[in-house]
T-cell receptor, first 114, second 113 residues
Framework: AQSVTQLDSHVSVSEGTPVLLRCNYS??????LFWYVQHPNKGLQLLLK??????LVKGINGFEAEFKKSETSFHLTKPSAHMSDAAEYFC????????????FGGGTRLMVKP | DVKVTQSSRYLVKRTGEKVFLECVQDMDHENMFWYRQDPGLGLRLIYF???????EKGDIPEGYSVSREKKERFSLILESASTNQTSMYLC????????????FGNGTRLTVT
């Protein structure tokens, strides 16, 4: 069965410093992987997705993620945090075998200090 | 741009009441989903639908039912609300069964007292 573990429930960074949000997945087959962001009182918005093309995926707002099959990881990074990046981030996995149903991680709340 | 609209932003209901949460999408998407979101648990799938009048159970269907009479509308029904159903409920839609992204509504925060 597919599963996702987000290794940190909370991450705090200073504005202008790098962001790293960690995600490990478990999947029996070639997965598709996504990162979603949820700003306060909003629905979830897609940041980026990996679907077996390039392993380094670039998303919106300067975020990117690298698919590492050997480490079963899909960590989200950004070189320089902005105050507007403060939000909750979800790592998500899906498999063709399960009809592309999505499994969500528990979420990581990113706080950005001035 | 796809728009997924949930009819209520906040709801307060009493234990035992029948509750309807409504969701409408405007992009002719085949698939619609209901999730609940709880702190530390991420999103958990309650029910989904691949077509009109079709429904499938997700991971936590107990205590819920759904209705999809029209392609654009997907309703979540709590037959007899209980306090453990206090949560944020998110509706989503997607174009088809390929790994396309979900489009989410802004959520309904339901409190059952």
């Amino acid at each position: 069965a597919q599963s996702v573990t987000q290794l940190d429930s909370h991450v705090s960074v200073s504005e202008g410093t790098p962001v790293l949000l960690r995600c490990n997945y478990s999947s029996s087959y070639s997965p598709s992987l996504f990162w979603y962001v949820q700003h306060p009182n909003k629905g979830l918005q897609l940041l980026l997705k990996y679907t077996s093309a390039a392993t380094l995926v670039k998303g919106i707002n300067g975020f990117e993620a690298e698919f590492k099959k050997s480490e079963t990881s899909f960590h989200l990074t950004k070189p320089s945090a902005h105050m507007s990046d403060a939000a909750e981030y979800f790592c998500v996995v899906s498999e063709i075998r399960t009809g592309n149903m999505l499994t969500f991680g528990g979420g990581t709340r990113l706080m950005v200090k001035p | 741009d796809v728009k997924v609209t949930q009819s209520s932003r906040y709801l307060v209901k009493r234990t035992g009441e029948k509750v309807f949460l409504e969701c409408v999408q405007d992009m002719d998407h085949e698939n619609m989903f209901w999730y609940r979101q709880d702190p530390g648990l991420g999103l958990r799938l309650i029910y989904f639908s691949y077509d009109v009048k079709m429904k499938e159970k997700g991971d936590i269907p107990e205590g819920y039912s759904v209705s999809r009479e029209k392609k654009e509308r997907f309703s979540l029904i709590l037959e007899s609300a209980s306090t453990n159903q206090t949560s944020m409920y998110l509706c989503a839609s997607s174009l088809d069964r390929s790994p396309t992204p979900l489009h989410f509504g802004n959520g309904t925060r339901l409190t059952v007292t």
